[in-house]
């Protein structure tokens, strides 16, 4: 047995509530647990928390934005999207990054029917919509209808593809350039991109 | 790495099974066919993470779907289609 003072209060991040429910509570023993016993340290888990903390949408706005204006970097994006945002300098490992173009005849959204499955490290945490049971059931059986509350009309002449994301792969989203915005810089652009966009569940981006 | 046993635009068919153990296969698929949109890479199965490291690992396929074929009441155009990762050892060609 371990003879180390168990303050739980003093291990976990402050800023955390005190857990109430008993799931909550085996969480954090078994992360006790596995700090304890070597398999990670405290300020290991801390570095975590503190990357994903600073992964944004905006990430995601700049590879778009690349994308807009290099046709070259487009096509190594939508052919392996994780060697093209390496470039970029960002990284998703282990997971393979995968990125669906919108174009005027399709529109993709992604989903993960099985938990909330989201590229975290590169585009910061997940909307709490994307994470309930509402839109990860909706999504995959009635996605026009799920767009349209979200303010998306789909015409009928726009097919729709749904990604679930089930497994080792992560998605994004690469939305229409708006009509207007031609010549202008990657800065100015990738202002325009919403996260909300590069999940899908907004089609049109508005030049200012 | 292992050749892929799959190719793109091959009609496959996902297997309708339910291990007592965390497997990735939402039931809405099981047992459905569709086509291989792409071949992807080799990761850890999902059964085998109960005990152990996910070795040896497997390859993942992305499988297309037709969402009329999906939800017998589907409401949209009969272009739409569903989009899922599989793992190899649960697909089967179906040609």
């Known amino acids: ?86 470039e970029l300098g960002f990284e998703l490992e282990p997971y393979e990054f995968t990125v669906m173009e919108n174009t005027g005849d399709t529109h993709n959204v992604i ?3 099985l938990c909330s499955c989201y590229p975290r490290a590169l585009l910061g945490m997940s909307p709490a919509w994307y994470k309930s049971k509402n839109y990860r059931a909706r999504v995959v059986r009635e996605p026009r209808a799920v767009l349209a509350e979200f303010g998306v009309a789909l015409p009928d002449t726009v097919d729709v593809r749904v990604h679930d994301s089930t497994a080792e792969l992560r998605y994004m989203v690469l939305p229409e350039q708006p009509e ?21 569940t907004q089609r049109d981006l508005r030049p200012g | 790495m292992s050749e892929s046993v799959f190719h793109p635009g091959q009609r496959v068919r996902i297997a309708d099974r ?13 047992g459905r066919v569709g086509t291989v949109e792409r071949v992807c890479g080799l990761h850890g199965e999902p059964e085998k993470f109960i ?45």
């Open chain 1, 111 to 113: 989903v993960c029917t």
């Open chain 1, 1 to 86: 047995m371990s003879e180390q003072d168990h303050d739980h209060g003093r291990t976990f991040q402050p800023d955390h509530a005190e857990p109430t429910s008993d799931a909550a509570r085996v969480g954090l023993a078994l992360r006790e647990l596995l700090i304890e016993a070597g398999h990670y340290t405290a300020e290991e888990e801390q570095q975590v928390i503190a990357d994903m903390q600073g992964a944004s949408p905006e990430n995601g706005a700049k590879i778009v934005a690349r994308a807009w204006t290099d046709p070259a970097y487009k096509a190594r994006l939508l052919a392996n999207g994780a060697g093209a945002i390496r």
């Open chain 2, 51 to 95: 005990r152990g490291d996910g070795k040896p690992f497997r390859r993942i396929y992305r499988v297309r779907i037709p969402q009329v074929e999906l939800w017998t009441d589907y409401a949209g155009n009969d272009k739409d289609k569903l989009e899922i990762e599989i793992f190899e050892h649960w697909l089967e060609s179906a040609e």
């Open chain 2, 18 to 30: 339910t291990p007592p153990v965390h497997h990735r296969v939402p039931s809405y698929v099981k």
């Open chain 1, 180 to 200: 207007g915005t031609e010549g202008w810089s990657e800065e100015q652009l990738a202002v325009l991109v919403t996260r909300d966009s590069l999940i899908g």
